[in-house]
């Protein structure tokens, strides 16, 4: 099969960037007076979830030494639905993954899955709290506001969501997600994250925002009365310095890994399109990837493959990386079984993307729209074949890096990832 030659594209985006991580957590916790609040001697529950945050050990380290300055005992709790496998001991050793340990943190890890129930909204939706930190005199939400992987609205996740589904742990996750195939996401989250700040003990919201580099961009402390609006203004921005691809529209999207700690969904919705939220009616502007081949697994996804689902293609390789339980459990958990579901896979690289190439329609392989990227995080530097330059719709800015080449596989068929 003719392949069309491929280029190597640099992109830029807007770049706000904290340079001073710690000391803009320090400042950020400053300017709500948290001493008005949490006293010596008291105990305070820190959320930490399976998502990649940038710099997020940094953050919960200055967060621990902020609340010890205030005589305060702080301490972590896993907040991550059932992600780990749903086990106590599994989501300890995902926030280790990270790097966020108790010696880095300079804070114990207190990780259980049992629940207490706080009680119904007046929707009728039940609330139920992590047991540490219900047992902890108060509770701080760190989290990073972003645009969903599925659902789209004023609030999306962040705070709120940190609240009702990590806060909720594995039982929470399970209760909500059957909720919201029935109700619409903000009606829920909102609801629930009054019931939660109201008997919760919440005592802070720490807002982080990145950018396109995968920075963080802005940090924001708030006090419980104030989440909505400060999460609202906060996923405004967040939507503007999300990572896009050069073009919405290709043939074949070529994605070196997906992983939990890169989205919620394996790959994120927001660069890639098929977005669950608008099946079969999607707002103009959603990027449409006519196949989507997911190469393999990232390490820190521990084999949690959830999101799988939503390619085209895939290698032998990747099936057999898999943590089946794991996919599953956290598919299921979310009332989305079609994320675990297989796509047709090969041994290699090139079968797969011949495979692909051969049933474009009436556009022949080496007329092919390709673009290959590492993950939905990383896509400052890609690879489009050369009849993307051609299209019309170009929404990002990018320079060429250097001369067209010929796409090449190694002995096994499979091609070089992008470092």
Not at 27 to 51: E, K, N
Not at 65 to 88: E, K
Not at 366 to 378: C, F, G, K, Y
Request: glycine share 10%.
């Amino acid at each position: 099969m003719k392949y069309p030659r491929m280029v190597r594209l640099r992109q830029r985006f807007e770049r706000p960037r904290v340079e001073d991580v710690a000391a803009a957590v320090r400042q950020a916790l400053h300017a709500v007076d948290l001493g008005r609040v949490i006293r010596p001697g008291q105990t305070v529950a820190l959320t930490a979830g399976s998502r990649g945050i940038a710099n997020i050990p940094v953050v919960l380290r200055a967060v621990v030494r902020c609340l010890r300055d205030l005589g305060a005992r702080p301490f972590l709790i896993p907040t991550m639905g059932s992600h780990g496998g749903g086990t106590a001991e599994g989501q300890r050793q995902v926030l280790e993954s990270y790097g966020i340990t108790e010696a880095f943190v300079g804070a114990p890890i207190r990780s259980a899955m049992d629940v207490v129930p706080l009680g119904t909204t007046a929707e009728g939706f039940p609330v139920v709290l992590d047991r540490h930190a219900w047992e902890a005199d108060h509770v701080g939400v760190v989290a990073r506001i972003k645009p969903h992987t599925s659902y789209h609205g004023p609030v999306e996740s962040g705070l709120l969501k940190m609240m009702m589904i990590g806060l909720g742990k594995h039982a929470g996750a399970l209760a909500y997600h059957r909720i919201l195939l029935e109700q619409p996401y903000d009606r829920v989250v909102r609801s629930v994250g009054r019931l939660m700040r109201a008997k919760g003990k919440i005592a802070f919201g720490l807002a982080l925002v990145e950018n396109a580099y995968d920075e963080t961009a802005l940090v924001e402390a708030a006090l419980p009365g104030d989440f909505e609006p400060v999460e609202e203004r906060l996923l405004a921005l967040a939507r503007n310095w999300l990572p896009r691809l050069p073009w919405r529209e290709a043939d074949l999207l070529i994605v070196d890994e997906i992983g939990k700690e890169i989205s919620g969904s394996g790959l994120d919705t927001n660069v890639v399109g098929r977005k669950r939220a608008f099946p079969g009616d999607e707002p103009e502007g959603q990027p449409r990837m006519r196949f989507i081949f997911v190469r393999g697994l990232s390490p820190h996804t521990h084999g949690n493959a959830a999101g799988i689902g939503l390619a085209d293609f895939t290698t032998t390789r990747l099936v057999r990386a898999m943590d089946y339980h794991a996919t599953v459990l956290n598919c299921l958990t979310s009332g989305y079984p079609e994320a675990a579901k297989l796509p047709v896979h090969f041994a290699s690289d090139r079968e797969v993307i011949e495979a692909a190439l051969a049933i474009l329609g009436t556009r022949a392989p080496q007329e092919a729209r390709i673009v290959h990227i590492r993950n939905t995080l990383a896509v400052e530097e890609l690879e489009v074949s050369e009849p993307c330059l051609d299209q019309a719709g170009r929404q990002t800015d990018f320079t060429i890096e250097g001369a067209p080449y010929e796409l090449s596989f190694d002995a096994r068929g499979d091609l070089a990832g992008l470092g």
